[in-house]
């Protein structure tokens, strides 16, 4: 079974600061994506970012940088210069065999 | 404009009255999907498309229904509604490039209330 889990129901962190969100997913499928995904409270599903698998190399937008341990298998989310718009609801998600699941998503909050 | 549609946005209903959820993507995507949220469990895949007329199961496919006759369409069919499918929907859409999948578009969301 595919199982994706984030242990951090609630997260907050200072205007400016860095902060890290955590995901692990137990898959015995070797080829697959992995996504994190913003849901601010207007509930739109926003990607954040993605990474393959088969790339060694961590994925980075912006302000945005994952930290992927594929034999770990955790896919952690760090957040640097916190801003008041990154308030909302973070979602780790992976896709392996055409089939999406989802983490049960940690509440980040940014204090001014 | 690229975008996912969902129709409608919010609806209530009563126990066994058949209802569908619309559904419709302007990307010319091959895969489509439908999702409910539900607090503390985050997102269940409830089915998906590869492509028109082919249709796979996901998570929680039991209560449901979908169909795909054109690519750019994927109704959501509840025959017979119960409160346990109380639940915000989503559907989402996305292309493949060289075999690898693409970015996933989710539309607005589906807000659904069964008495």
């Known amino acids: 079974a595919q199982t994706v889990t984030q242990s951090q129901p609630e997260m907050s962190v200072q205007e400016a600061e860095t902060v890290t969100l955590s995901c692990t997913y137990d898959?015995?499928?070797?080829?697959?994506?992995l996504f994190w995904y913003k849901q601010p409270p207007s509930r739109q599903m926003i990607l954040v970012i993605r990474?393959?698998?088969?790339?060694?190399q961590n994925a980075t937008e912006n302000r945005f940088s994952v930290n992927f341990q594929k034999a770990a298998k955790s896919f952690s989310l760090k957040i640097s210069d916190s801003q008041l718009g990154d308030t909302a609801m973070y979602f780790c998600?992976?896709?392996?065999?055409?089939?999406?699941?989802f983490g049960t998503g940690t509440s980040l909050t940014v204090i001014p | 404009e690229a975008q996912v549609t969902q129709n409608p946005r919010y609806l209530i209903t009563v126990t066994g009255k058949k209802l569908t959820v619309t559904c419709s993507q302007n990307m010319n995507h091959e895969y489509m999907s439908w999702y409910r949220q539900d607090p503390g469990l985050g997102l269940r895949q409830i089915y998906y498309?590869?492509?028109?007329?082919?249709?796979d199961k996901g998570d929680v496919p039991e209560g449901y229904k979908v169909s795909r006759k054109e690519k750019r369409n994927f109704p959501l069919i509840l025959e017979s509604p119960s409160p346990n499918q109380t639940s915000l929907y989503f559907c989402?859409?996305?292309?493949?490039?060289?075999?690898?999948?693409?970015?996933?578009?989710f539309g607005p969301g589906t807000r659904l209330l069964v008495l």
């Open positions: 989402a859409s996305s292309g493949t490039s060289g075999g690898n999948q693409e970015t996933q578009y």
């Open positions: 998600a992976f896709m392996t065999g055409n089939q999406f699941y």
């Open positions: 898959t015995s499928e070797s080829n697959y994506y």
């Open positions: 990474q393959e698998a088969y790339k060694q």
């Open positions: 498309s590869m492509n028109v007329e082919v249709t």
